[in-house]
């Protein structure tokens, strides 16, 4: 399961100005190819949409897969790779109810 997820998501992290505003203009593409053809999109007709080539699109990333992940984390306000982050776990106080209530008060108590 590693490998898929690896290969979901992308290649590398644009680092400066004008790769950002390449990756944007992928991912741009992307969308409107994706609401345009569905499943029948292609990489090669979202590279050309973009005005890039294909290996500056597989630069970034790997298949259409990827894309449509990396359209799904900006939908949802988280950019870049790796799931999302857990949220702190609670004090065990907080998430395990106190002995009496648990064991359904002093039922349990003469064994």
């Keep these: 399961m590693a490998a898929s997820t690896a290969a979901q998501n992308p290649r590398k992290q644009p680092q400066q100005r004008r790769s ?48 449509m992940l990396e359209l799904a984390r900006r939908a949802h306000g988280r950019r870049g790779r790796g799931p999302r ?15 009496g209530r648990r064991c359904g008060g002093g039922a349990a108590r003469g064994r």
Excluded: C
């Design 20 to 67: 950002r505003a390449t990756v944007d203009k992928i991912l741009a593409a992307a969308a409107q190819v994706l609401a345009e053809e569905g499943d029948g999109a292609t990489t090669d007709r979202i590279a050309a949409r973009a005005g890039v080539s294909i290996g500056s699109l597989y630069q970034y990333f790997p298949n259409k897969g990827a894309l």
């Design 85 to 99: 982050p857990r949220p702190p776990a609670r004090p065990t106080q907080e998430r395990v109810a106190p002995r």
